[in-house]
């Protein structure tokens, strides 16, 4: 069996991350990574405390919501509060940074931006990034595979089981593959 890459790993967990965000506007999420190792992550959202967009709407200033926290600034911030060096780690993030979010980046000193989907990536930011020597790598999430029909395989294979059971003469053999079918489906 082949193992999940790396980038696949953290690319995944940021997506997970993204699930809990409460500002509907969009959902990211960000993993900061150091060493292989996860230190931190986040999710677009509101301060602690505060109410959420996703109960009382967006607040809007500018075209923008003025109550969320962007998820890659959420996952520095939590780095802040328990006190976790950022100094060359790497952060996977489920959409390109805002610039604002690209300049937090670069001061923490994230070293290398790992990005799933492309989001008006903006120039200046692109040139900062240059600058600093920031490198950014576009990781599409592939490898992950989430069965949805689960469910629906499990009834069909117990229904052919139920079939080979009232036709078949080998008993040993259909207990042999009924308890194949058992471990497959963990039961
Ligand atoms: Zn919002
Ligand atoms: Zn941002």
Same mark, same amino acid.
């Given at each position: 069996?082949?193992?999940?890459?790396?980038?696949?790993?953290?690319?995944?967990?940021?997506?997970?991350?993204?699930?809990?965000?409460?500002?509907?506007?969009?959902?990211?999420?960000?993993?900061?990574?150091?060493?292989?190792?996860?230190?931190?992550?986040?999710?677009?959202?509101?301060?602690?405390?505060?109410?959420?967009?996703?109960?009382?709407?967006?607040?809007?200033?500018?075209?923008?919501?003025?109550?969320?926290?962007?998820?890659?600034?959420?996952?520095?911030?939590?780095?802040?509060?328990?006190?976790?060096?950022?100094?060359?780690?790497?952060? !996977?993030?489920?959409?390109?940074?805002?610039?604002?979010?690209?300049?937090?980046?670069?001061?923490?000193?994230?070293?290398?931006?790992?990005?799933?989907?492309?989001?008006?990536?903006?120039?200046?930011?692109?040139? =900062?990034?240059?600058?600093?020597?920031?490198?950014? !790598?576009?990781?599409?999430?592939?490898? =992950?595979?989430?069965?949805?029909?689960?469910?629906?395989?499990?009834?069909?294979?117990?229904?052919?089981?139920?079939?080979?059971?009232?036709?078949?003469?080998?008993?040993?053999?259909?207990?042999?593959?009924?308890?194949?079918?058992?471990?497959?489906?963990?039961?």
């Amino acid at each position: 069996m082949e193992r999940i890459s790396w980038n696949q790993y953290f690319m995944a967990q940021s997506y997970l991350l993204a699930l809990r965000s409460t500002c509907t506007r969009l959902m990211v999420g960000a993993t900061i990574v150091r060493d292989k190792r996860i230190i931190a992550g986040g999710y677009n959202g509101s301060v602690s405390g505060d109410v959420h967009c996703i109960d009382e709407g967006c607040y809007m200033i500018d075209g923008h919501c003025a109550r969320t926290i962007h998820a890659e600034a959420n996952a520095l911030l939590q780095c802040a509060k328990f006190g976790v060096p950022t100094d060359g780690s790497e952060i !996977y993030v489920t959409h390109f940074p805002c610039l604002q979010c690209c300049k937090q980046l670069i001061q923490a000193g994230i070293k290398k931006i790992y990005y799933a989907e492309d989001y008006n990536n903006h120039s200046y930011a692109m040139e =900062l990034l240059k600058k600093a020597g920031v490198e950014t !790598y576009n990781v599409v999430l592939t490898d =992950l595979q989430i069965d949805q029909e689960y469910q629906e395989k499990e009834a069909y294979v117990d229904r052919l089981l139920q079939e080979l059971e009232t036709q078949t003469n080998d008993r040993s053999r259909y207990e042999m593959l009924k308890a194949e079918a058992a471990g497959l489906f963990h039961r």
